[in-house]
C-alpha cells in the first residue's frame, strides 16, 4: 500500500463526504461563499492532474517541485503528484530566490508547478511549468485547471514502486549548515500516517486548519485525516489572528503551528475573545514548547495542546504528547512518549545507549528514519549509524519513557566549565510577565569562556529594564545559568514559517 491509497480509499468509501473546505473571502460577510469539494469530485481531479503529469513525463520517480502557498490548487498537485508516481520537491516560497533555485538545481525536477504569486520567486529552467493558483495576468504554459480539464475522466497509471522508493526530497532549514535533501520513502511515509493514527486518534469529524506551510509539518497531517474521512481547511492568508479567527469561524478541530504561532497568539489583545471550543488537537511542534506556556496555555485552548517531535530526517512524529498526558504537571516539560513504529533512546558520545534519567544525545530507530541525504553519502554516514538516526539533539528519558529534551548539542553554553541549556533559561525567562518571546544563546567572554546571553521581545505597552529580567532570572535558577546580558528587541529574527532562528540572533549580537 502507499500513502496515496489512504486517499483514494476514502474517495471510495465516502464519495459524497466533504473532503476540502475553503474560505474564499475571510473578511467579508456569512454570505460570502466557501469553496467545498467532495472526496469523489477531488478524486476525480486529482487522476486527472496525474494523468496529465504522466503525459508531460512518463518515467515514474522524475520529480515534480512545487512553489505555493498553501491552497486547494496546491493539494490537488500534491496529491497528483504521488498518484502519478512522482518525487515531491517542496518549494517553500517563503524561502530566498537563491535557495530555491539551488534545490531545483540539485533535483531538476521536470515539472513545476508555482502559483501565479510566486512565479518571481524561482528561476525558469528546463522543466515544465504549470500554473497552480492563478493571479491576474498572462502566463504562457499550462494551467493546473486547463490540464484537469483536458484529461478529466482519465486515470494514471499505476506504477510497480517499492517502498524503499522516494515519496519526497525534502530539505532541510539548513540551522546545521549547508540545507541537505532528505530522501523520504513510501515506507517513511506510511510508518508517520500509521504514527499520526495511532498516537491523535483521528476521526471522520476531525476538521483540519492549513495553518502552518503544507511545504513543513502541516503536510504531515493531511493523509492521516484523509484516511479518516475528515475535512482539509483552507483559511487563505495565514498570521496569529487570522489563524484564530478561522478556528472559530470554520469550527476547525485539528492544526499544526511552532510554537512560536501559540506564543504570538496569546500576546495578541483578542486572543481571550475567540471562541476556541472545536479543538481537539492543538499540535505544536518544530521547537520545543516552553513549560510555563504549556501550563496557562492548555485551558484556554479547549484543553487540547499537544505536541510531537521529529524531524526532516524522521518526519514528525518520533514522540508525542497528548493532551490529557500534559494536563500532569509533571510532563509540561516534556515532549512525550516513543510513538508506537518508532525506538528512542539516549546516547554517549561513544554510542553506548544511556539508561533513565541520564543526559546524552537523543537517537531514533526505526521505519520513520529517512533513507538517508539526497547525493551526500558521507553526510548520511555520519548521521545514521548502526540504523540510529543521531538528532543532535540533547536530553534524557526518565524512568516513566517520557522524553526531555534540553536542547541542540551545538547550541549548549559552556560557561566558567558548567553546562547551560538554553531551553533551561527561556523556561524561566519566559515565565516574567512583561517576557513575551526570547532566545538565549553563548558569547565568547574573556572571563567565562563563554558567556550566556538573552534577546527578549517584550509585551506591547510594557516597560522592563535588562537588569530586572536578569535578576528575575537569578531568582530562580543558579547564578551561574542566568544571562550576563539581555538584549530587548523590537522583533526576533525568524525563519520563513515563524521559528525564531537562535544562531541569527547569537550572530546578530556578536556584532554588537
Given at each position: ?50 494523468a ?6 512518463p ?12 491552497s ?32 531545483e ?10 502559483d501565479g ?14 500554473l ?6 498572462g ?40 540545507p ?14 500509521a ?21 513543513h ?22 498570521n496569529?489572528?487570522?489563524i ?27 486572543f481571550?475573545s475567540?471562541d ?20 496557562k496555555?492548555?485551558?484556554m485552548?479547549?484543553?487540547?495542546l ?50 533513565p ?40 528519558i ?11 548539542i ?23 510577565p ?17 558567556a ?15 537588569q ?15 544571562p ?25 549580537f556578536?556584532?554588537?
Open positions: 500500500m502507499m500513502p496515496i491509497d489512504h486517499f483514494f480509499r476514502a474517495a471510495n468509501l465516502w464519495p459524497e463526504r466533504t473532503a476540502v473546505e475553503a474560505d474564499l473571502n475571510p473578511h467579508g460577510s456569512d454570505e460570502d461563499p466557501v469553496f467545498r469539494l467532495t472526496y469523489g469530485e477531488l478524486a476525480r481531479r486529482v487522476n486527472a492532474l496525474a496529465a503529469f504522466q503525459s508531460i513525463d518515467e515514474p520517480q522524475s520529480r515534480v517541485g512545487i512553489c505555493a502557498y498553501n486547494v490548487e496546491h493539494l490537488v498537485a500534491w496529491l497528483a503528484a504521488f498518484a502519478a508516481g512522482k518525487v515531491w520537491v517542496p518549494l517553500n516560497p517563503r524561502n530566498g530566490k537563491d535557495e530555491l533555485n539551488r534545490i538545481d540539485v533535483t531538476t525536477p521536470s515539472i513545476l508547478v508555482v504569486d510566486c512565479l518571481d520567486k524561482i528561476d525558469p529552467s528546463d522543466a515544465t511549468t504549470v497552480g493558483k492563478p493571479v491576474a495576468g502566463f504562457d504554459g499550462p494551467g493546473l485547471w486547463d490540464l484537469i480539464d483536458l484529461h478529466d475522466g482519465e486515470t494514471p497509471v499505476r506504477h510497480d514502486l517499492a517502498l524503499d522508493d522516494l515519496q519526497a526530497i525534502k530539505f532541510t532549514g539548513g540551522s546545521s549548515g549547508v541537505k535533501g532528505v530522501m523520504q520513502t513510501y515506507r517513511v511515509w506510511n510508518t508517520c500516517i504514527s499520526m493514527l495511532s498516537s491523535f486518534e483521528f476521526d471522520a469529524d476531525d476538521r483540519h486548519l492549513l495553518a502552518a506551510p503544507m511545504t509539518g502541516a503536510n504531515t497531517m493531511i493523509m492521516p485525516i484523509f484516511a479518516k474521512g475528515g475535512t482539509q481547511l483552507f483559511m487563505g492568508k495565514s496569529p489572528v487570522a484564530m479567527d478561522a478556528i472559530e469561524r470554520m469550527r476547525a478541530t485539528s492544526l499544526f503551528v511552532p510554537p512560536t504561532v501559540i506564543y504570538m497568539m496569546m500576546a495578541d489583545d483578542s481571550a475567540h476556541f471550543s472545536s479543538l481537539r488537537h492543538f499540535i505544536a511542534g518544530g521547537a520545543a514548547m516552553r513549560p510555563d506556556t504549556v501550563a496555555a492548555m485551558p485552548l479547549n484543553n487540547a499537544e505536541t510531537c517531535y521529529g524531524q526532516t530526517e524522521a518526519p514528525q512524529i518520533a514522540i508525542c504528547m497528548r493532551a490529557r498526558d500534559w494536563r500532569d504537571t509533571r510532563n509540561q516539560a516534556s515532549t512525550g512518549l516513543a510513538t508506537a513504529l518508532t525506538r528512542v533512546g539516549v546516547m554517549d558520545p561513544d554510542g553506548n545507549v544511556l539508561g534519567g541520564e543526559t546524552g544525545e537523543i537517537v531514533l530507530k526505526g521505519d520513520l528514519v529517512m533513507k538517508g541525504y539526497y547525493q551526500m553519502p558521507d553526510k548520511t554516514a555520519e548521521t545514521i549509524i548502526d540504523g540510529w538516526l543521531h538528532t543532535g539533539d540533547i536530553g534524557i526518565d524512568e516513566r519513557g517520557y522524553v526531555f529534551i534540553k536542547d541542540r551545538r547550541d549548549v553554553v559552556v560557561t566558567g566549565g558548567f553546562n547551560v541549556y538554553p531551553n533551561d533559561v527561556e523556561a524561566v525567562l519566559g515565565q516574567h512583561m517576557v513575551k518571546e526570547c532566545v538565549v544563546f553563548g558569547l565568547p567572554d574573556d572571563k567565562w569562556g563563554e550566556v546571553h538573552a534577546a527578549v521581545e517584550i509585551h506591547k505597552g510594557e516597560n522592563a529594564s535588562e530586572d529580567i536578569i535578576e528575575f532570572v537569578k531568582s530562580r535558577l543558579d547564578s551561574v545559568k542566568a550576563k546580558r539581555v538584549h530587548i528587541v523590537g522583533e526576533l529574527p525568524r525563519s520563513p514559517v515563524g521559528k525564531v532562528l537562535r544562531r541569527e540572533a547569537k550572530t546578530l556578536a556584532e554588537t
